[in-house]
């Protein structure tokens, strides 16, 4: 017992040294430094984005590496069905969308993370070309999952999911979950490319092979469950 308490103090000791700032490391590596979309997302990246959900400054620090425009919003009543709380209206960035959403801080900063290291990446790589405007679904709904009149609450109640129907390209191009996915070219490779390298970023992916009801749209949610299908 002796031994072991030693062993954890010896391994708590440099996370404690971290914390206090006694030990200078880079900001990326620090677990307490803010969150920069811009830095390469490494292990500490889903521990930094857990933080964000209840640190409105935090949550600023993070945006403000980000090249997103967003509005916060009033928090509703505690006593709402589905009340929202740190939520914040997205307006778009350098990809424009086809409608502003309401997104928790996560679920904002995991789409800045995804658009940047991953979106534009992947459409370079394999279309040639950039994605100017993502087509989505909507993020916000006070709603049990798929729509049942019992059961849990959607992560859509709490802004903390966002629904991705489809791309437009720089040359005017569309690509549509909906007709693409199982197109046998680039189109088709790129949606699929895209839907793995979201899983990077969000907890939670579905598409359009997980079951008939995300035939037309990735879901992307920051909850508790990591799935990627």
């Given amino acids: 017992m002796r031994v072991l308490l030693v062993i954890l103090l010896l391994c708590a000791l440099p996370v404690v040294a971290v914390w206090r700032g006694w030990i200078d490391v880079p900001p990326r590596w620090n677990p307490w430094a803010p969150l920069d979309v811009r830095a390469e997302p490494n292990l500490l990246t889903s521990f930094k984005l857990s933080r964000l959900e209840n640190d409105p400054s935090l949550c600023d620090q993070a945006l403000a590496s980000s090249t997103l425009r967003y509005s916060r919003q009033a928090d509703s009543p505690a006593s709402a069905r589905c009340p929202l709380s740190n939520t914040l209206r997205i307006q778009g960035g350098d990809v424009a969308l086809s409608s502003s959403f309401l997104a928790s801080c996560p679920l904002a900063v995991a789409y800045a993370l995804f658009e940047y290291h991953s979106l534009q990446p992947t459409a370079e790589a394999v279309l040639g070309q950039r994605v100017t405007r993502i087509d989505h679904l909507g993020s916000f709904a006070c709603r049990n999952m798929y729509n049942r009149s019992e059961g849990r ?27 693409d996915w199982n197109d046998p070219g680039e189109k088709g490779r790129f949606l699929k490319a895209v839907q793995q390298a979201a899983c990077k970023h969000f907890n939670t992916v579905l598409g359009p092979e997980y079951n008939a009801a995300h035939r037309n749209h990735f879901h992307l949610d920051m909850g508790l469950w990591r799935v990627c299908r």
């Fill in 153 to 179: 609450l959607s992560q859509h109640a709490s802004a903390n999911a966002l629904d991705i129907a489809g791309f437009r390209l720089a040359n005017g191009q569309r690509i549509d979950l909906l007709k």
